[in-house]
Structures are given as C-alpha cells and as structure tokens.
C-alpha cells in the first residue's frame, strides 16, 4: 500500500472533537456556513448520540467509523479546511481538502443520506470495498464521518483526475498498456481477495496521479459475488455488457471485462464508442451494443492491443478470458511498468487539461460580458 498518511495509520488515525453540521464551501477560503437539516427523520438509521448505524456492520459518528471487523478510522470535519471542489456526480460532491494534523491534501466525498434503501447499501458498499482494499490500485481510504444527514468519506486526492479528462492529448500504446495493466491488477484484487465485482468499470472511475500511478475508484454500485455470480442489475448502462443489457439476471466478472475492454478503447480514441450523436436514444445505443459487431482499435495500435481489446469485447461472455489470462496476454507482458515512462504522459496530460479548463473559463466571461453589456 502507497500511502501518504504516515501520520494517520489504519485503525488509529488522529483524534477530533465532534465537528459542525453539515458544511459547504461558501467562497474559495474555504469559510464553512453550518446548514440544519431534519434529524427526526432517520430515526431508524441513527442513534440519539448522532451515529449512523449500517445494521452493525459499520457505525459513522462525528468523530470517524467503526468496522464491525474491529477496523475504526478517526477523522472529523474540525481537522479538516475545505479548499475547492473537484466535481459532482450521481452519487455525492467531492472537494478537495486539506488534513491540518498531517498537513495530507485529501479528496472529501460528501452524500447526503436519503431514506432509501439502494442509497443506503451504496454507501455501506463504498465504505466497506474502501476500507478493506489494501492495494496500490485501488484508491486509499482515510476515513469517514457522519454529520446529521450527510455522510463524508476521505481518499487518496489523485491530483490528475480521471482518466476520461486526461485522454484528449493522445494515448501511447505502452501507455494505453500500463493504465490496462493497473486495471486488470485492481479488478483482479477485487474478485480474488473480496469476491466483488466493480460493476461501474468506465474512465471517470479510473484515477491518475502526477507520479503515474492508475488506481480504480467509486465502489458504490459494487457487488458481492456469490458462486462467482452476481446478478442485480445497476452501474452506468453505456458500458454494461451485451448479456447484462439484454438478459439482465446473472452474471459474472466477465461482464466487467467488457467494460475495460469498451473503457480501453475510449482511452485510445479519446471518445466514447457508441458516441450519443450517432444514436437517437438511449434504447438506439444500448440496442448497437446488444446487436452490432464490437468496436475495435484502430490500425494505429499493434497486433497484440487489437487481439486484447477484441478478446475483452467479445459478446459472448463465456469466451471473454479472466484476469488471470489477461495479465498473460501479450499485450500486458511486452511493456516493462518501470521503463514506461507513466509520470511524464500524466504531467503533460495534466498540463493540458488545465489550459482546456482555463481556455473555457475564459470563454464563459467573454460570454458573460456579452450578455451584460448594453445592446
């Protein structure tokens, strides 16, 4: 485990004294502005004293979470400045943010807790794959905490982002194989020491840091394989295997096999396979995946990356190798991980990202400025 907490081991992190209620960012220094919110309502689900109870498998409170393994990670807002956020999704806000007694820059995701039951499962599903994940590829844990309604768990900041934003300047072959390479490795982590299965495998869940290194993330749709089988039916559907498309009940680890394959394939050609533009609906899209022959790289590539990529998006799924056969493949074994020089390609790739960014931020002042000028 590459962890850059020295001072906040597993099971012991700092001590706090219990934070505010839930915060915000309301400028860039990061001042919070406290928010109440009805308590009465989750009475089921938390406790007099404020802790959030997962039917004993975990126990959030102000302070940190207890594992019913025994595992506890403390950590609380008090300890924490907030500097900016990093983005929003489905599932919750993440802010960057900085840990005042280890001076560790960390990623904060916050979501709010709704009295639903999926909601629910995803945040305990999240917390436990997290917690339990030891492995330079799958992103550090640090601890969570709960505040009235909100639930707030801290990770590994990967200061590239998503491998979706980082894509635009080009992707190498030997580069395209050691992002492949840590994610077979993560996924293949997952299955054999958890018996889990990812089952959200895209590029925006695919982090990078400045150092190179690629780590899989966001593990609220995740599932427990039960006879190496899974069968409920969630995660994003654009990159949902053929069979889980059409049949939709069970299915296996090969399902996200698929997923690289598809997410492999978007990193090379910088877009999305079935590119919403070309279909006229969702139904459209999903019905090309069910029913049109697999996409496949470009001549660009060589030989063994077309080979792997065709063996991952292959529709039937029992012909689709496991992890085992894909870290064998050529493909993964011709690149050496400590000649292949992962840290410049996510420098550089970061470099543009952030003149993209800065380029339209300008543009949307220019626009503002239209809108406000006189006619």
């Not at 109440?36 to 959030?52: I, M, Q, W, Y």
């Not at 994610?183 to 299965?197: A, C, H, N, R, Y």
């Not at 496991?322 to 050496?336: I, M, R, S």
């Not at 970061?350 to 220019?366: S, T």
């Amino acid at each position: 485990m590459n962890s850059n907490l020295p001072n906040l081991p597993r099971g012991n992190a700092s001590q706090g004294r219990r934070g505010p209620p839930r915060m915000k960012l309301s400028d860039m220094g990061g001042a919070p502005v406290q928010q109440e919110t009805p308590f009465a309502n989750f009475s089921r689900f938390v406790d007099p004293s404020g802790k959030l109870n997962f039917n004993g498998k975990a126990i959030l409170h102000a302070d940190g979470v207890d594992f019913s393994n025994g595992n506890s990670f403390k950590i609380n807002m008090e300890e924490l400045k907030l500097l900016e956020e990093l983005g929003k999704g489905q599932y919750g806000t993440v802010q960057k943010v900085y840990h005042k007694p280890t001076n560790v820059i960390m990623a904060m995701k916050e979501i709010r807790l709704e009295l639903d039951e999926s909601k629910l499962n995803s945040i305990l599903m999240e917390l436990d794959v997290l917690h339990k994940s030891q492995s330079p590829y799958i992103v550090e844990f640090y601890g969570a905490f709960f505040i009235e309604t909100c639930v707030y768990y801290c990770m590994e900041f990967m200061d590239a982002g998503s491998l979706d934003k980082l894509y635009q300047i080009g992707v190498p072959e030997d580069i395209l194989s050691i992002i492949t390479l840590s994610m077979v490795k993560g996924l293949k982590f997952l299955k054999d020491e958890l018996s889990i299965i990812h089952r959200d495998v895209k590029p925006t869940n695919v982090l990078v840091n400045s150092q190179g290194q690629v780590k899989l993330c966001d593990f609220g749709v995740s599932g427990h394989l039960i006879k190496s089988m899974a069968k409920t039916h969630i995660g994003c559907q654009s990159y949902m295997a053929p069979e889980r498309i059409s049949q939709g009940q069970t299915y296996t680890v090969q399902s996200d096999v698929w997923s690289l394959g598809l997410s492999i394939l978007e990193t090379a050609e910088g877009s999305y396979p079935y590119p919403p533009e070309k279909y006229n609906s969702v139904f459209a899209q999903l019905n090309a995946i069910v029913g049109s022959p697999p996409p496949a790289l470009p001549d660009t590539y060589s030989e063994e990356a077309r080979a792997f990529v065709a063996l991952c998006l292959l529709k039937d799924a029992k012909q689709r190798p496991t992890y085992g056969e894909l870290l064998d493949h050529p493909f993964l074994t011709k690149y050496e991980e400590d000649k292949v020089d992962m840290k410049d390609w996510a420098c550089r790739a970061m470099e543009a990202r952030a003149a993209r960014e800065e380029e339209a931020r300008n543009k949307r002042d220019e626009e503002e400025v239209k809108k406000a000028a006189p006619a």
